[in-house]
């Protein structure tokens, strides 16, 4: 490996940490406040909605948009190169390596429909984003299985990262650091999906 594509892999993998991995977490725990009813979570969007636009647009550019599509772009070209292969050797870490590539592809799909729907042209059109208006937009079901799936790829993606990276970056070093380190990733994707299938499912009552 080239200098130049050591450093970019670091770079690529502390972007999936950092920023995007701690927007997601923050976006789980922003829309499971819809499980203390619609008011809370409306209160929450109108807080984040409040930013003024001029201080909001360059956060969402320069510490979302841009690690995303730096993450996403060299994320695709690594996919492109790796070799899935879980059913030939059956091992559980295979089956992630592989689940790590398959969702990023789904992730990055939803993503674009996610953003230049909700973000690009409700919020950015005018239209307030709240609890009524996703109700009303998960009322189809095909919409609403897509997004529950984008969730759920996302959280998984995002905790086996948690593994990798601590591989990539020589935190977890020998077989037994890494066991005990993907055991708590895959914990914590449990928990998250679990809270997420929950405030997800508030949607449909
Ligand atoms: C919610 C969005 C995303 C989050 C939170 C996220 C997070 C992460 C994290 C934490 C890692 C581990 C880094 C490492 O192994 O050192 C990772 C790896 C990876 N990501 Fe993402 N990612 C996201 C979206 C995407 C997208 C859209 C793509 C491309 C289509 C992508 C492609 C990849 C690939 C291929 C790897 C494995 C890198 C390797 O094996 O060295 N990711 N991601």
């Known amino acids: ?20 991995g701690f927007f997601l977490l923050e976006h789980v725990i922003t829309n499971a406040k819809v499980l203390g009813g619609p008011k809370l ?59 790590q590539r398959w969702t990023a592809w789904y992730v990055a799909a939803f993503l674009i429909w996610h953003v230049v729907y909700l973000r690009i042209m409700v919020k950015g059109g005018g239209t307030p984003i709240s609890y009524e208006l996703l109700q009303s937009y998960f009322s189809n079901p095909i919409v609403f299985v897509l997004y529950t799936l984008g969730m759920v790829a996302a959280i998984f993606h995002f905790c086996n990262g948690l593994t990798t990276f601590t591989m990539t970056w020589g935190i977890a070093k020998g077989p037994r650091a890494q066991s005990v380190v993907n055991k708590c990733a895959m914990a914590l994707c449990a928990l998250l999906t679990v809270v997420t299938l929950i405030f997800m499912s508030s949607y449909l009552a």
């Open 1 to 20: 490996m080239s200098h130049t594509s050591f450093y970019v892999r670091r770079l690529h993998s502390l972007c999936g940490i950092v920023p995007i």
């Open 41 to 99: 979570f409306n209160d929450a969007v109108a807080e984040l909605a409040a930013i003024p636009h001029d201080i909001m647009l360059p956060i969402e550019i320069c510490v979302l948009a841009i690690p995303f599509l730096f993450h996403g772009l060299y994320g695709a070209y690594i996919a492109l190169q790796g070799k899935n292969n879980p059913s030939q050797y059956g091992y559980t870490r295979n089956w992630q390596f592989a689940l």
